[in-house]
């Protein structure tokens, strides 16, 4: 079962993605410390460790919004960090933040598909994707692009959520994301 933000809409998963999150741009970065209780800074901070014991020199940030994985990258030490997303509005909120943070040498933010990678084959020393895994409106093509585009032994990092299995903690996700998510998520 596909899952896509604008049931009425007849437009497919991808343009109904992109159009969500460029409404949402604004307050992203907001909505996403709140909804995921920080737990995505924590997974990122994890990530970047792992990042800094295999070295990659080049990353590609798939999905990556208003690149907060990217910037979270930079501490791994690479040469280059290259973003991609659909959403334009995300980009230019991801744009200000490495341009404030003066990280403009180091990280390059394109307009770009998951499913349809605009590089050369085996050209990124590790891709990394933070909660984006789950809007790619085609998975096996986009994680095969992903895969084209990875060198040989490179990494590859995803960070996304999956629903639980431990019987209480399951029950309290569910309910979480059922009531608690979408309240929070309308009032901000």
């Not at 933000?5 to 970065?29: C, T, W």
């Not at 060198?151 to 299995?165: A, C, D, Q, R």
């Amino acid at each position: 079962m596909t899952v896509i933000p604008y049931k009425e809409l007849e437009e497919g998963k991808k343009e109904q993605v992109a159009r969500m999150f460029n409404n949402i741009s604004h307050r992203y970065d907001l909505l996403n410390r709140v909804l995921s209780l920080g737990i995505d800074i924590r997974w990122r901070k994890q990530a970047v460790k792992l990042l800094k014991v295999h070295n990659p020199q080049y990353i590609l940030d798939v999905a990556t919004g208003t690149g907060d994985f990217a910037i979270a990258a930079v501490k791994s030490g690479a040469k280059k960090i290259t973003g991609v997303d659909i959403s334009d509005q995300m980009l230019a909120v991801g744009r200000d933040k490495i341009a404030k943070l003066n990280l403009k040498d180091k990280i390059e933010l394109l307009n770009g598909d998951s499913e349809n990678l605009n590089f050369q084959d085996n050209l990124f020393d590790a891709v990394i994707v933070s909660f984006g895994v789950r809007n790619f409106e085609n998975l096996e093509k986009g994680m095969s692009e992903i895969l084209r585009v990875l060198k040989p032994g490179g990494l590859l990092i995803v960070l996304e959520f999956s629903k639980p299995s431990g019987y209480l903690f399951k029950h309290i996700y569910s309910f979480y994301f059922r009531f608690i998510l979408p309240s929070v998520g309308k009032m901000i």
